[in-house]
Nanobody
Framework: QVQLVESGGGLVQPGGSLRLSCAAS????????MGWFRQAPGKEREFVGA????????LYADSVKGRFTISRDNGKDTVYLHMNSLKPEDTAVYYC????????????????WGQGTQVTVSS
């Protein structure tokens, strides 16, 4: 089992940047696909992006493509979400999640979840 803890959320101005971190505990971190999801009030949880075990394969939602980048450091058991050119529409609780196989976009297919971290984009 993998335990996940997100950090790095907060208040940022439109057009600004923020980096979220997800620290994992567990021996199998380096073999897991890691995903990021977000949920805004009144909306369903949506896929943001994911990265495979090696970092060589990534997938992003159209809404964040070109602005967000996922990376991972298996030596530190940490995955990052680099967010640039932030918009008010990016305001949400961001969740880190993991699964054993495959880069997929559906939340039901992820087995382990962090507690979430709030990102608010506002002037």
């Amino acid at each position: 089992q993998v335990q996940l803890v997100e950090s790095g959320g907060g208040l940022v101005q439109p057009g600004g940047s923020l980096r979220l971190s997800c620290a994992a505990s567990g021996r199998t971190f380096s073999t897991y696909t890691m995903g990021w999801f977000r949920q805004a009030p009144g909306k369903e949880r949506e896929f943001v992006g994911a990265v495979n075990w090696s970092g060589g394969s990534t997938l992003y939602a159209d809404s964040v493509k070109g602005r967000f980048t996922i990376s991972r450091d298996n030596g530190k058991d940490t995955v990052y979400l680099h967010m640039n050119s932030l918009k008010p529409e990016d305001t949400a609780v961001y969740y880190c999640a993991s699964r054993r196989y495959g880069v997929v976009t559906t939340s039901i297919d992820y087995d382990y979840w962090g507690q979430g971290t709030q990102v608010t984009v506002s002037s």
